[in-house]
Nanobody
Framework: QVQLVESGGGLVQAGGSLKLECAVS????????MGWFRQVPGKAREFVAV????????HYEDPLKGRFTISRDLSKSMVYLQMDNLIPEDTAVYYC?????????????????WGQGTQVTVSA
């Protein structure tokens, strides 16, 4: 079992930055992948970025590449999502999740454990 708790969301003006955090606890398989997803009410949850828990390799949803950066700190069991130059379209609930499928995956159904989400609101 793995438990995930997101934090760091909030209200920010367009052009601003936020850093989301995901605290990981429980039995993490070394070859797991940590993903960030986001969801707007009435729309499907969409992939944002993923990082290999052990090796640190990353992959991003193409439109977000360059503005978002995923990272992790194994010593703290934390995963981060640095979001820069935010736009109103980034407004969503952001979730972190764990996948044990390999290689990295971008589909919701490939992820087993999920956090409760943290709200990010970007004002114009």
């Amino acid at each position: 079992q793995v438990q995930l708790v997101e934090s760091g969301g909030g209200l920010v003006q367009a052009g601003g930055s936020l850093k989301l955090e995901c605290a990981v606890s429980g039995e993490m398989e070394p070859r797991s992948y940590m993903g960030w997803f986001r969801q707007v009410p009435g729309k499907a949850r969409e992939f944002v970025a993923v990082i290999a828990w052990l090796g640190g390799a990353t992959h991003y949803e193409d439109p977000l590449k360059g503005r978002f950066t995923i990272s992790r700190d194994l010593s703290k069991s934390m995963v981060y999502l640095q979001m820069d130059n935010l736009i109103p379209e980034d407004t969503a609930v952001y979730y972190c999740a764990v996948s044990t499928a390999s290689p990295w995956r971008t589909k919701v159904y490939d992820y087993t454990y999920w956090g409760q989400g943290t709200q990010v609101t970007v004002s114009a």
